[in-house]
Each structure stands twice: as structure tokens, then as C-alpha cells.
Nanobody
Framework: VQLQACGGGLVQAGGSLRLSCAAS????????MGWFRQAPGKEREFVAA???????YYADIAKGRFTISRDNGKNTVYLQMNSLKPEDTAVYYC????????????????WGQGTELTVSS
């Protein structure tokens, strides 16, 4: 499967943004999907994930502010981000797994190229 993330940009603190990740060359509904992010000088970290059955999982950094969802008809996974903070500034990556929908880098088989979010204070 190939993944193409988009939707990043520049937003003020307190604002909202929705990231999208479109999948191709695969049966989207058979993959668990995840979002990770990597800030400058930091390691890639888990943000949220959604299983094939649409169960959702969130890192503490995302709980209450971010919502992950999927549209199997459009082969797309979304990450709605609200109440954004400057510390949310990072490159956001989507990922797909044929295995367990986990929260670690190694749980995922395929990765998109990333979309950059900058939150200004």
C-alpha cells in the first residue's frame, strides 16, 4: 500500500486542522492505521491509531484534543486536531499495518512521506 499524507500547514495556537492520508495499491479496509509525529531533534512518537474495526487509540498528548477516523470508501484516514499548541509542531506521518494496530514504530509496515504542521504562539 502507498500512503500520501496532506493537510499540514501553519496555524495559530488554539486553532484546528485536519490531516488526511490517502491509501492506494492495497485493500485499505484490511489495514490498521496510525498517525505518528516527529518534532525537530526528537524521536518519532505515536499520536493515534484506528483498527480495521474502527477501534481508536490515543497517546496522552492527543487525548481530548485529537480525533482519528477512517473512511474505507475513500481509502482515507483522518486526524482532526483541535486546541493546537506550539508543542504540536512536527512532521506528521501516517502508517499502515497488517498486524496488530499498535503504538510503536515497529508495529507498522508502510509509511507515508509526512506532512508538516507548525503551530505559532
Amino acid at each position: 500500500v502507498q500512503l500520501q499524507a496532506c493537510g499540514g500547514g501553519l496555524v495559530q495556537a488554539g486553532g484546528s486542522l485536519r490531516l488526511s492520508c490517502a491509501a492506494s495499491r492495497g485493500t485499505f479496509s484490511t489495514y490498521g492505521m496510525g498517525w505518528f509525529r516527529q518534532a525537530p531533534g526528537k524521536e518519532r512518537e505515536f499520536v493515534a491509531a484506528i483498527s480495521r474495526s474502527s477501534s481508536t487509540y490515543y497517546a496522552d498528548i492527543a487525548k481530548g484534543r485529537f480525533t482519528i477516523s477512517r473512511d474505507n470508501g475513500k481509502n482515507t484516514v483522518y486526524l482532526q486536531m483541535n486546541s493546537l499548541k506550539p508543542e504540536d509542531t512536527a512532521v506528521y506521518y501516517c502508517a499502515a499495518t497488517r498486524g496488530v494496530t499498535g503504538s510503536t514504530y515497529g508495529d507498522y509496515d508502510y509509511w507515508g512521506q509526512g506532512t508538516e504542521l507548525t503551530v505559532s504562539s
